[in-house]
């Protein structure tokens, strides 16, 4: 005979994926499935409420609006053209020139953008009919942008870093800041090494000779871009301001840059970027607000220490759970979107990683690289989609395509899980 409680849980996660798989929004599956749950068990559905407004009630959860004002308004403001320039003077004299630019441009978009959404629709549109141009197979091109869009998840300002640090608890998002680094070179040295031996192969362009003196020009207009990150990043590690107080201001200079030194935002433009930014909001909060009902109720009915037990049942061997940790956190990834992985999984997975000696900061970076791998597997993967969009190549193909990309992608996160100094080195130095 099943107890109360694990017919409550049964309510919980059975409802919850049924309404996944049917494709109701995110948000929905999670406040609806929490809302059988409690009338199940006879709770005031005032419960609801209370946690909802508890679950946005957080101070570090301010800074999320602000970085992706920040994002929008820097992405909207004419930057795009100057940081492909950029990654252009650093790498385009390779084989496979713009396909490295591709990956560099990313890497220093996301820096500013912090979203793999908005870092292929901004560079894909510009690039990807580039490369076509010169020579690059059109699903090729896509597949590249898609995937070197995920650096944008690691490299800080990250709004989905401070969602991780507030849902973990304790964790500095100054140290996921720094954290973020060098996990996303290694994974745009993955890329780049994996676009070089298919462009090897395909006999793909290289690009102008390297020059000096034109990466140095294309340093000081890419400046203004660039010092935004430094803003946030230096002022929070330095202990100046908090991250909310960072993005304030950060966001404060993309608007005078976008509009005064770039001019590629008029004020019409600002309020166009705004709205933008309302419309990501709202989806953020909402789904912050639900989540905090689930996590009460998955906490409420021991499911954290429930599923503890039964995955260390299978092993305790460190290795084989570290990386069915991976496993649970990609196959999630395929069917639900980043941010629900991240305030529902957090709680239930956080305690085993710390359990066999995976630090909060580093499974932070693993958490947001295997979302960042689910962004581009089907069926829900939501850059697939965008990427398929903007060059206008059907999905099967732009999957196809990926194929090599998703191996580099999985051998970085395996080697961010299995070298902790990969993502632990930097904060050390700050401590």
Request: include cysteine; charge should be neutral; proline fraction near 5%.
């Amino acid at each position: 005979m099943m107890s109360a409680e694990s017919m409550a849980i049964l309510i919980l996660i059975s409802s919850f994926f049924i309404m996944v798989f049917l494709r109701f929004p995110i948000a929905y599956a999670v406040a609806l499935s929490s809302l059988f749950t409690l009338l199940y068990q006879g709770l005031p559905l005032t419960t609801i409420v209370q946690q909802m407004v508890k679950g946005i009630s957080s101070f570090s959860l301010m800074a999320v609006p602000f970085f992706i004002t920040m994002g929008v308004l820097m992405g909207s403001g004419g930057i795009s053209e100057k940081l492909i320039a950029l990654a252009n003077a650093c790498v385009g004299w390779m084989r496979g020139g713009l396909a490295m630019v591709n990956i560099v441009a990313s890497y220093f978009f996301g820096g500013i953008s912090g979203s793999a959404a908005a870092d292929t629709a901004s560079l894909g549109s510009i690039l990807i009919p580039m490369m076509v141009e010169q020579g690059y197979d059109d699903d090729f091109s896509t597949a590249v942008t898609i995937t070197s869009s995920c650096e944008g998840l690691l490299v800080p300002p990250s709004h989905n870093m401070v969602i991780y640090a507030t849902t973990a608890g304790g964790v500095s998002i100054g140290s996921l800041f720094l954290a973020g680094y060098l996990p996303g070179a290694l994974l745009a040295v993955s890329l780049m090494v994996g676009s070089y031996i298919i462009s090897v192969k395909r006999n793909y362009p290289k690009g102008n000779k390297f020059s000096m003196m034109y990466l140095i020009r294309q340093l000081g207009t890419s400046f203004w871009a660039l010092a935004s990150v430094l803003i946030v990043v230096v002022g929070v590690v330095g202990g100046v301001f908090t991250a909310t107080e960072s993005a304030a201001i950060a966001v404060v200079y993309s608007l005078i840059v976008s509009v005064f030194i770039y001019k590629g935002l008029n004020w019409k433009g600002v309020w166009r970027a705004l709205e933008s930014c309302v419309d990501t909001l709202s989806i953020v909060l909402i789904l912050i607000a639900t989540s905090s009902i689930f996590g009460y109720l998955l906490t409420r009915l021991h499911v954290p220490q429930l599923a503890a037990n039964a995955i260390i049942s299978i092993s305790n061997n460190p290795i084989v759970l570290a990386l069915l940790l991976n496993i649970i956190l990609l196959v999630l990834g395929c069917i639900m979107d980043m941010a629900p992985i991240i305030l529902i999984a957090t709680p239930i997975l956080l305690p085993i990683a710390t359990s066999i000696g995976i630090d909060p900061v580093q499974f932070g970076i693993m958490i947001v690289l295997n979302c960042g791998i689910g962004l581009l597997t089907p069926p829900v993967g939501a850059v697939l989609f965008i990427g398929s969009a903007v060059s206008k190549v059907p999905m099967e193909r732009v999957v196809k395509a990926t194929m090599p990309f998703y191996i580099c992608m999985i051998i970085t996160l395996i080697l961010i899980t299995f070298v902790p100094g990969i993502s632990l080195w930097l904060p050390s130095l700050f401590r």
